[in-house]
């Protein structure tokens, strides 16, 4: 390196010729007008003052360790709070020695998911009948327990962001292949199937999903006999699955209004019927052309579940107003929030990099 | 699979002879359809008598006449009036225009907020487009509950009690008791200033019209500045002195504020959290509609001779508008149905006082929620239809 710099020009040294470059890309990006010197500079303060505020704030004078809200100071964060009632966010009151089902129940789902995902998967088939018939049964005996020596965890224990996450994975599982019949049905050569299917979405889609919620939790039990039990988590799940069964069903439409006609057609002429066409022929090529339409889905969803609050389920939001209502720890509403923020925005900005690749990818492959 | 619909209109056709003129497909489509009709009424029909018997125990019966009844119950927050002796009906439209206004007014500021940050993300500045970028990834992934929840809760209940308020200008005041602003009152009657603006807007409305057909017929553009201005300045001079206009500024009384109008900490926590989500959203579409317009036309269009700002309002926002107003309609649909959030922070929506409030008082949960529901698919079809109308008269004219 010091033998170029010396033996040539100044100017042609890599490092001045590269501060060159910057220079101009700034004069060109950051002061090209100048309105741009004043729009660059307000940028630039305003992010240093962001940063001065948060810093100390998160940061320098934030507290981690303490047994209650006087070991915090009053102008900094009190992450305390979290680090004392970790536990309670991510798993609600379901007791400590049995967290552990809790977590497998997340990490199948996670395998699973990605085993799908996967471009090389073997038996990629018996993974899908597994997510979507197998895994709803399996997570519920292990998260409810009371058969091969689980002990018995009743609904009301479930709670923190476990629970709206697993409203979320509930609400996707369970509704792919409800979305999947009323896809077909909607497309159904039927008058009869394609009516009901489309009032069916079109319905459930015009409704926020807090309605369908109270629809769920106060119509439901009405239409089911006198002194009929219900689970409160159950009614929410099943709202949830209500609407997005709904919203899923318009994705699959999607997906198969882009296989182009001449597949279907091509299965009939070599004499496949209706369910074989589908099985074999457009179903698969639907399900790659809507998985980032099902990952928006999935986004969407799990921002949503946090609304089971108004049905009084201890959902991750609900926690932290019980948190910041305690003595110990009131008012640290900012510091719950942040926590629960970034984990959302963790999930959702992942999923959302996630299916603009694929996206690009799929744009990619339809011009090939 | 042959194509939809063949079969059928003719079964419709010829319901004598049923039997004998169809092929086995379509008989069988027949059969399902038969068979999931009846699994569907069984189903209905059990589903009703659970209902009838259900009712009976609570001793109810199905029926309007509740909506007589006198509520007894107060609404922290009305646009108009309401005492607790009204009826449950009256309740019914005081949630409805609260839900109403809260649509309203969060759709006119997540609009202008998301069309400044979608041009600002296209800006060929550097910083300004990052931080477009950094606002849109940033509020996007979070839950809209959680912003709600964070402008409620943390916002604005850190601002300074009303004694130390805030003072911007002299005119907005932010306090933890809300948002108070200066307030336009005039001794009119609303019914006279209905009148008196939707007289204005169906005359600008006039002139625009006729100033188009001109257009359209000769080629020559027709001033209508000057006329709308006439009529705007002649509206308002009216209200001024008929109606003896006058601004009424918030000011400090005691603990709170009298004059202007008040907006409570829920009423705005729920607009700025719907306008700082849904913007998010809008900006992303505007960025969408203005990049899918082919470089070619902005190239033509320079090549002609035209300006940065004649590019721009002639050629470029006419033809992103096309691809804009069907996701921006969705997205106000999603705003419309978003705000039903308020009842989470008691914001007195109609989710808030007729679903919770009026249900529990009254019982009557298949009554309400049918309500309810009827209003929402109203609220939704009335903006896909609207939308509609807008994308026609959009449409591209193809010759």
């Known amino acids: ?368 | 699979m042959t194509s939809t619909g063949l079969s059928t209109p003719q079964i419709a056709a010829r319901p004598v002879t049923l039997g004998r003129n169809l092929t086995g497909r379509q008989r069988r489509h027949i059969l399902y359809q038969a068979a999931f009709l009846l699994v569907l009424c069984a189903l209905l029909w059990l589903a009703w008598r659970n209902v009838e018997a259900n009712l009976a125990v609570r001793k109810l019966a199905l029926g309007f006449s509740f909506l007589r009844q006198e509520a007894g119950f107060g609404i922290s927050f009305s646009i108009i009036p309401y005492a607790e002796t009204d009826t449950y009906l009256r309740v019914f439209v005081v949630g409805l225009s609260n839900t109403l206004l809260i649509a309203l007014l969060g759709i006119i500021a997540a609009t202008l907020l998301g069309f400044a940050i979608g041009i600002a993300r296209l800006s060929p500045n550097w910083a300004v487009a990052k931080a477009a970028l950094v606002y849109i990834e940033t509020v996007r992934n979070l839950p809209l509950l959680l912003h709600v929840l964070i402008w409620y809760n943390v916002v604005i209940r850190s601002l300074p009690p009303s004694r130390q308020a805030v003072n911007l200008l002299d005119a907005v005041f932010l306090s933890n008791r809300g948002i108070f602003v200066p307030s336009l009152e005039t001794s009119l009657g609303w019914e006279t200033l209905a009148l008196l603006v939707g007289g204005a807007v169906a005359a600008i409305a006039g002139i625009l019209r006729r100033a188009r057909r001109r257009r359209e017929e000769t080629g020559q553009p027709t001033r209508v500045a000057i006329p709308i201005v006439f009529i705007l300045a002649g509206a308002l001079l009216l209200v001024a002195g008929w109606g003896q206009l006058r601004v009424s500024w918030p000011a400090l009384q005691g603990f709170n504020f009298s004059g202007g109008m008040a907006l409570s900490p829920e009423l705005s926590a729920l607009v700025v959290a719907l306008a700082v989500y849904n913007a998010s959203f809008i900006a992303e579409l505007v960025r969408g509609s203005i990049e899918a317009i082919g470089k070619g036309q902005r190239e033509a269009a320079a090549a002609l001779g035209l300006d940065r700002g004649r590019i721009l309002k002639l050629v470029i926002i006419p033809q992103a508008m096309r691809v804009l107003v069907p996701p921006l309609t969705n997205q106000y649909l999603h705003l419309v149905k978003a705000s039903s959030l308020a009842t989470v922070i008691g914001y007195p929506d109609l989710v808030n006082v007729f679903v919770g409030t009026s249900l529990n008082q009254t019982g009557r949960a298949i009554e309400i929620m049918a309500m309810t529901m009827a209003v929402y698919l109203v609220l939704s079809l009335a903006i896909t239809g609207l939308s509609n109308l807008q994308s026609r008269r959009l449409r591209l004219v193809e010759r």
Request: net charge positive; glycine share 8%; proline share 5%.
């Open chain 1, 1 to 368: 390196m010091t033998a170029v710099v010396n033996s040539s020009r100044v100017e042609r040294s890599p490092a001045i010729a590269q501060l060159r470059r910057r220079l101009a890309w700034a004069r060109a990006n950051l002061f090209a007008r100048p309105i741009d010197v004043l729009l660059t500079s307000t940028i630039a303060a305003a992010a240093v003052a962001l940063l001065w505020a948060i810093v100390p704030w998160a940061f320098i004078d934030a507290v981690w360790v303490g047994e209650n809200r006087a070991a915090c100071r009053p102008d900094a964060a009190c992450w305390a709070f979290i680090v004392n009632r970790g536990g309670q966010f991510l798993y609600g009151f379901y007791p400590q020695p049995e967290r552990w089902r809790v977590n497998a129940v997340f990490l199948i789902f996670a395998v699973s998911v990605f085993l799908l995902l996967r471009r090389d998967t073997p038996g990629k088939r018996v993974v899908a009948f597994f997510l979507l018939l197998v895994f709803p049964i399996l997570g519920y005996v292990l998260l409810h327990g009371g058969v091969a020596g689980l002990s018995r965890v009743t609904t009301d224990k479930w709670g923190g962001l476990s629970l709206t996450l697993l409203l979320g994975v509930a609400g996707i599982v369970v509704s792919f292949p409800i979305a999947i019949v009323l896809a077909l049905g909607r497309q159904s050569e039927m008058p009869l199937f394609r009516w009901a299917s489309i009032a069916y979405i079109e319905i459930c889609r015009g409704l926020p999903l807090i309605a369908v919620l109270f629809m769920a939790r106060i119509l439901l039990p009405y239409a089911f006999p006198v002194g009929s039990e219900f689970d409160p988590l159950a009614l929410a799940v099943t709202g949830i699955i209500l609407f997005e069964s709904a919203y899923l069903a318009e994705v699959f439409r999607g997906g198969f209004q882009a296989i182009p006609k001449g597949q279907a057609e091509a299965a009939a002429a070599i004499g496949f019927g209706y369910w074989r066409t589908a099985i074999y022929v457009t179903l698969p090529q639907m399900l790659r052309v809507v998985v980032p339409g099902v990952v928006n889905n999935a986004i969407a969803l799990v921002k949503n579940t946090t609304l089971v609050v108004i049905l009084g389920l201890f959902e991750v939001l609900n926690i932290v107003a019980a948190g910041a209502a305690d003595p110990d720890w009131l008012g640290l509403h900012a510091e719950g929030y942040v926590f629960v923020g970034l984990v959302f925005w963790g999930l959702c900005f992942a999923m959302s990099r996630y299916s603009q690749s694929l996206e690009r990818e799929l744009k990619a492959a339809e011009r090939s």
